[in-house]
């Protein structure tokens, strides 16, 4: 029986071909072979697309259900040819077996398609990911920029350290022979290792309180004045809390005019100890600083110190003799500052007026380019 339908399965001959059925009309025969023909052709391109698509991208998803498709279509291509085959041949068990399988591709594709249905649904929209897309080049964006933000304050921030590592340096040569200097011209007035020993070390503990000030301020390179002229003076406050007046406008002072007008008030204020008012009962110190119009219509800073005369004031101001306090006061502090001072008597008042331009008086150690020149102005033109 088995030999029987096999034989039956490949012998044509009992059909008539399926052009029968169309009467054999050109028209009709060539609609029908054209019809399939376009089809089969279209259904032999897309899967040779889909899987060229596989082939290039390994990494899509669901790529099972992609072949599926493909093999589906293909054996769909093959009945339509099969079917311009049966309008002279009447091959139809054949293309019942084409028909079968086809069936079967499909259905399975369709089974796999539907249980892949929840997995399709939660793919993101082409909407989505470009929302996230954006998120993403937004943030690497953002990040970029605080890459380089962050890039450029590290060079900032070295630079500023190469900067005040050579600046530490210089100050420090600086300091080391400006000390030099008031160690020799202290010991040129000095009667005794005592007197000296005094002289020096007010002066060089001047110096570094001036300087330690400015650098506990905010930015390590300029202070208020009020603060300096305060700390420098603290010790005469405190010894004379009601004789001493400290006025003037809230102004910023770099290191360099921070060291020569602690010197200078150093100055002043031991002379007043020891000659001027701080000696008298009745005596009194006033401290003002302003900010006037220069002859050049430019902003100077003028610092004044007026105290009472005493009569060894006057023996002392009248005198030939020019010490290194003198020197220091009139011709070292202006110079390194850039600006002017004079000593006179008003009303029988002691008067130091002290004229700065306040750029300055602003300027930290830039202002002098070689370090050696504090000590040029102390020892070649100053020294007795």
Not at 31 to 55: K, Q
Not at 83 to 109: D, E, F, Q, R
Not at 166 to 195: F, I, K, M, P
Not at 338 to 367: H, M, N
């Amino acid at each position: 029986m088995s030999e029987a339908l096999a034989r039956q399965m490949v012998q044509f001959g009992d059909y008539m071909p399926h052009g029968m059925c169309l009467l054999w009309q050109p028209w009709l025969v060539v609609l029908w072979a054209g019809s399939d023909l376009l089809i089969f052709l279209s259904y032999m391109a897309i899967p040779f697309a889909l899987l060229t698509v596989l082939r290039k991208r390994r990494d899509i998803p669901f790529s099972g259900i992609v072949v599926l498709f493909a093999s589906f279509i293909l054996l769909c291509g093959l009945t339509h040819l099969f079917g311009i085959v049966t309008l002279w041949m009447p091959i139809y068990p054949i293309v019942g077996w084409l028909k079968l399988a086809t069936g079967l591709v499909s259905m399975a594709t369709a089974i796999v398609l539907f249980r892949m249905i929840p997995q399709l649904v939660a793919l993101p929209s082409p909407a989505a990911l470009a929302e996230v897309n954006a998120e993403l080049t937004e943030a690497r964006d953002t990040l970029e920029a605080k890459v380089k933000e962050r890039t450029a304050e590290l060079a900032a921030a070295n630079a500023s350290l190469a900067i005040q590592a050579r600046e530490a340096v210089h100050r420090s040569n600086n300091l080391l022979t400006v000390v030099g200097s008031l160690a020799r011209q202290s010991a040129r007035g000095s009667v005794s290792v005592d007197e000296y020993v005094d002289t020096f070390t007010g002066r060089v503990e001047a110096l570094a309180g001036a300087t330690a000030s400015v650098m506990r301020g905010e930015d390590e390179t300029s202070e208020l004045l009020d603060k300096i002229v305060r700390r420098q003076l603290e010790p005469t406050i405190l010894a004379y809390p009601d004789k001493i007046r400290i006025e003037g406008p809230p102004v910023r002072i770099g290191s360099e005019a921070a060291q020569q007008i602690g010197l200078a008030l150093h100055e002043l204020a031991t002379n007043a100890q020891k000659y001027g008012a701080l000696g008298d009962d009745e005596g009194g110190i006033d401290i003002e600083w302003t900010i006037e119009r220069g002859a050049d219509a430019r902003p100077l800073f003028v610092l004044t110190w007026a105290e009472m005369m005493t009569d060894e004031a006057r023996r002392a101001f009248g005198s030939k003799r020019t010490g290194f306090g003198t020197k220091l006061l009139t011709r070292i502090v202006p110079t390194m500052l850039r600006g002017r001072a004079a000593r006179e008597i008003v009303a029988d008042r002691f008067v130091y007026r002290l004229e700065i331009g306040l750029e300055e008086l602003a300027a930290g150690t830039k202002g002098s380019k070689d370090e050696a020149l504090a000590a040029r102005i102390v020892d070649e033109n100053f020294g007795d």
